[in-house]
């Protein structure tokens, strides 16, 4: 524990939110000081659980929103200057504010110099992670960073994911890599809650399913096959092309029971009682996670934030009152289109929301032999790592299985299949499989959420208290460089292009004309 353990901003006190500001607590030195919020009851929820307990906040511990505090922090740092006494300020935020807020927040911040954790995904457009990436990187070409800089792809730090590379790219269990078959399972109720009924239901209010769910995704398919292993020198073995095919199949007014009728609302619908979709099965009923199940977290404070509190007036009856309330919420022709995006509508029918994102989606990528200059004329060296492969990646909604991700690897001395639990080696040569069960952590993400958490933290901890260098301290505790952020997220804008364009695009001739033509303006 440093004597002077960082000083954490959580910005925007939602569900990520608060498991950032848990983890914080439950697996670093960092401490949890302050919380920029625009909705006064989550402000306070999430401040009285990490930062000011049973007291009320003092001054630099909330604010309204990242504004509020950066006013406060420029007016703080004046008075330092001037001599006066102020509060001690703090040394990095952790921004989980809606996706399509992530550029103004960290370029408004960028002023201040904070070391930053970004909720995935880092931003809803391209140009808005060229954009991010410029603020972050002022004296470009030169991309030494000034800050530490991390992204919630928090699949990268689960313990299941850190063997699973280092059996891979360390102890090569299976040889060189061929091909990768990985599956993301939305969950079929799942999907509808956030894709459907959600925040992330439209690509022009937010971005597409692909971004929004499955950058993750994306980002451990290339952490796996682009990116070198850990202490090596070797660059980045680049795809060759992407391609990609989607739509949303499902749900839509075609696929609308005919007995179903007119109705656009769970809580009037004739069969209501007999649809897996209903809303009040889904948040009231006694089987998934509705409040009939004891459960008060996600979905159900999503739908009503304050679902304890009105708990703790009215018992049962009073969480119930309150989500039929909010399930019996809807709109019609007449409702201005403009009010109808600006929320969600968790009541709202499936097959008659104004949802358009995919709800099924396959990305292709593949890989082409790139060998390093050869040592003694010896190939099989130089190609260690980067020889050709492909990898497939399934995002599907209608599955039992909520994200739990499952992948088969096929290497030229064996397979592996990951289940998000166990790894199971099959070795070609010996004939024997080997099962590994890596320790099941706590926290969401198999543990990534922690690990995440953790591994920023200890940067900010050695830059600030033992005098690392941010790039030392990057590579050694987050283990992402600012490039693999843009160049997964470009892959991800890149697959979206060649799906709807219905093309196989040159991956390379695309990093040239869309991102490093954009970075050179």
Not at 43 to 57: F, T, V
Not at 386 to 410: N, W
Request: glycine share 8%.
């Amino acid at each position: 524990m440093s004597e002077s353990p960082p000083r954490i901003l959580i910005i925007g006190a939602g569900s990520r939110g608060n498991a950032y500001a848990r983890a914080t607590g439950r697996s670093t030195n960092g401490v949890v000081v302050a919380v920029a919020e625009p909705v006064a009851y989550k402000r306070q929820q999430l401040g009285a659980r990490y930062i000011w307990g049973k007291s009320s906040p003092s001054d630099g511990q909330e604010f309204e929103d990242w504004k509020q505090f950066l006013a406060w922090e420029q007016e703080r740092r004046e008075k330092a200057k001037r001599g006066e006494s102020v509060p001690e300020g703090v040394d990095a935020a952790f921004i989980c504010v809606l996706d399509e807020m992530h550029k103004e927040v960290i370029v408004g911040l960028a002023p201040l110099g904070l070391h930053i954790m970004c909720e995935k995904p880092l931003a809803t457009s391209l140009d808005d992670c060229l954009s991010i990436y410029k603020s972050l990187l002022p004296k470009l070409p030169n991309t030494a960073p000034s800050k530490i800089f991390s992204i919630g792809h928090v699949l990268r730090y689960s313990p299941h994911n850190m063997l699973l590379r280092k059996l891979l790219l360390e102890d090569k269990v299976i040889g060189e890599i061929m091909s990768i078959n990985h599956t993301e399972p939305v969950g079929w109720w799942h999907f509808t809650h956030s894709y459907v009924r959600g925040n992330w239901r439209r690509e022009s209010t937010t971005a597409p399913s692909l971004l929004t769910k499955s950058c993750h995704d994306i980002d451990i398919l290339l952490w796996l096959l682009c990116s070198p292993p850990p202490n090596s020198t070797r660059p980045a073995h680049i795809p060759t092309t992407v391609s990609s095919a989607g739509a949303l199949q499902y749900f839509n007014k075609s696929r609308k029971p005919t007995a179903a009728g007119d109705a656009t609302n769970c809580l009037s619908c004739p069969i209501e009682t007999s649809c897996k979709y209903s809303a009040k099965r889904i948040y009231l009923g006694p089987k998934l996670r509705g409040l009939y199940t004891g459960n008060k977290n996600w979905p159900v404070d999503i739908v009503v934030p304050d679902i304890e509190e009105c708990m703790h007036k009215g018992g049962l009856d009073g969480g119930k009152a309150a989500l039929t309330a909010k399930l019996a919420e809807d709109y019609d022709n007449s409702t201005p289109e403009s009010e109808i995006s600006a929320k969600n509508w968790f009541g709202r029918c499936v097959y008659e929301a104004d949802n358009d994102v995919c709800d099924d989606q396959v990305v292709t990528m593949t890989w082409d032999n790139d060998p390093l200059p050869k040592v003694n004329q010896d190939n099989e060296k130089a190609l260690i790592g980067r020889g050709a492969k492909t990898a497939v990646f399934h995002m599907v909604a209608h599955t039992k299985k909520i994200c739990d991700r499952y992948t088969h690897i096929y290497g030229t001395d064996g397979e592996i299949y990951a289940d998000s639990e166990t790894i199971t080696v099959e070795d070609f040569n010996t004939g024997t499989k080997k099962i590994y069960k890596p320790h099941m952590a706590g926290g969401g993400h198999g543990g990534g959420d922690d690990g995440l958490a953790r591994q920023f933290i200890l940067a900010v901890d050695s830059v600030k208290n033992h005098g690392a260098d941010v790039a030392e301290a990057q590579k050694a505790h987050v283990g992402c460089s600012l490039e693999e952020v843009i160049r997964s997220h470009a892959m991800v804008f890149a697959a979206e292009e060649a799906r709807l364009r219905k093309k196989v695009l040159d991956f390379p001739e695309w990093w040239k004309r869309e991102v490093e033509a954009t970075l050179m303006k």
